[in-house]
């Protein structure tokens, strides 16, 4: 990008931040979050008419979450993120947005009960890479914190849905493990998915989504930069 396009990108950073007054901090990938979800309108290929629950799974700071809840007021939303000055960022730009519901867990594939955990651990990608990995001790030590383990089926039990309008993942290569678990209890009742897979952080994920993906061959699939996005055929858009 010139400078030309850098002057623009600012100028439209600069312009988008007044209006929807989030939070970005320094020297960390906010801007770039912020840029290509509100600006750039990264997720308008999963928007559907008159949503009820959307799932946003790697909320990071709430960018998308914030995007979805302008458009669907009336939707739920619930935010799912790991890493906690990710999620502390995100409390306070979500304030104003009563229908998004923040969840301080990663996203995972297999049912293990409530005594599983994952440590949150920061390799070299910044703060919009934050990975997961499971542990056996609720014990953060020096290398980052831990959180619990939720599934998608555990989110929807919790919060009585039936169906899922959207759901949005971009969860850093724990992708890899939700696609290896059971997809076939909430996939086919899933409207929109957009994910990104992540085999340069985690070899495999791109296997453990192609396998998934295929026993439902009722999805249309295209792509959108680095998203697949995926549309339920059988299920009203």
Known sequence: MGLTGNIKRAFSIWKYQKEFGLKLRK???????????????????????????????????????VYFARLYPDARIIAIEPDQDNFDTMLENIRPYP???????????????????LKVEDNGWGNWGRQTFECSEPDGGDQGNVVRAITIDDIMGQFGMTGIDILKIDIEGAEKDVFEGDVDSWLPKTRMLGVELHDRMREGCACAFFSAVARHPFFK?????????????????
């Open 27 to 65: 020297k960390t990938s906010d801007r770039t979050v912020f840029y290509n979800v509100i600006v750039k309108e990264q997720y308008k290929d999963l928007l559907v008419d008159n949503p009820v629950n959307i799932i946003d799974a790697g909320a990071n700071i709430g960018c998308t979450s």
């Open 99 to 117: 229908n998004i519901i923040p969840v301080k867990a990663g996203l995972w594939g297999r049912k293990s009960g409530a005594n599983t955990f």
């Open 221 to 237: 699939v295209s792509i959108n930069d680095d998203d697949l996005i995926l549309e339920n055929l059988r299920l009203e858009k």
